[in-house]
T-cell receptor, first 117, second 109 residues
């Protein structure tokens, strides 16, 4: 069972461009979470999605950021008109459906490092 | 609101010394507590969860509801323990994790 897969691992964008980060959850997992890790800071929750639904987006900035988890394909975190302050590591995590045998264990991907120049 | 506090940003010890990474939480209900470890620029890995009460790589953590703490301990630190350690809280099954700001553990030879 492959782990949570994120790509690209490293992404460089100029200010004003768009960044798209992809996350394929572990096989059998239908819950996806996105976290942001700023330099020298901890992980901040951004958004929690199930297939085709946003469950909790309380950590998403109000503008420029959006996330989706379509019926087919990976979850995508999209950042429009990037600014230098968006430079961070973005981690995706997944977990099985509620009531799964692994309980509440959330598995993380290796992260996508976004650098805005 | 839920909150996780890790008061130490950096903890430096010598190999063989005991280690305690502090974690305090605030939550009015019955939380699930976790410790995750992140080695340099790698993914976060689950180290411990309080409900399993197991010891991983010599680390243990006991949930103290009276003090709302979940400190991570190891009696004898090893150099390979050097990493970032994150304490996290969840309200329940598949709910999001709330992380502390992390503690960097440095173990010197």
């Amino acid at each position: 069972n492959a782990g949570v897969m994120q790509n690209p691992r490293h992404l460089v964008r100029r200010r004003g461009q768009e960044a798209r980060l992809r996350c394929s959850p572990m096989k059998g997992h239908s819950h996806v979470y996105w976290y942001r890790q700023l330099p020298e800071e901890g992980l901040k929750f951004m958004v929690y999605l199930q297939k085709e639904n946003i469950i909790d987006e309380s950590g998403m900035p109000k503008e420029r950021f959006s996330a989706e988890f379509p019926k087919e394909g990976p979850s995508i975190l999209r950042i429009q008109q990037v600014v230098r302050g968006d430079s961070a590591a973005y981690f995706c995590a997944s977990s099985p459906e509620s009531g799964g045998s692994s309980g509440n264990t959330i598995y993380f991907g290796e992260g996508s490092w976004l650098t805005v120049v | 609101a839920q909150r996780v506090t890790q008061p130490e940003k950096l903890l430096s010890v010598f190999k063989g010394a005991p280690v305690e990474l502090k974690c305090n939480y605030s939550y009015s209900g019955s939380p699930e507590l976790f410790w995750y470890v992140q080695y340099s620029r790698q993914r976060l890995q689950l180290l411990l969860r309080h409900i399993s009460r197991e010891s991983i790589k010599g680390f243990t953590a006991d949930l103290n509801k009276g003090e709302t703490s979940f400190h991570l301990k190891k009696p004898f630190a090893q150099e390979e323990d050097s990493a970032m350690y994150y304490c996290a809280l969840s309200r329940g099954d598949t709910d999001k994790l709330i992380f502390g700001t992390g503690t960097r553990l440095q173990v010197f030879p």
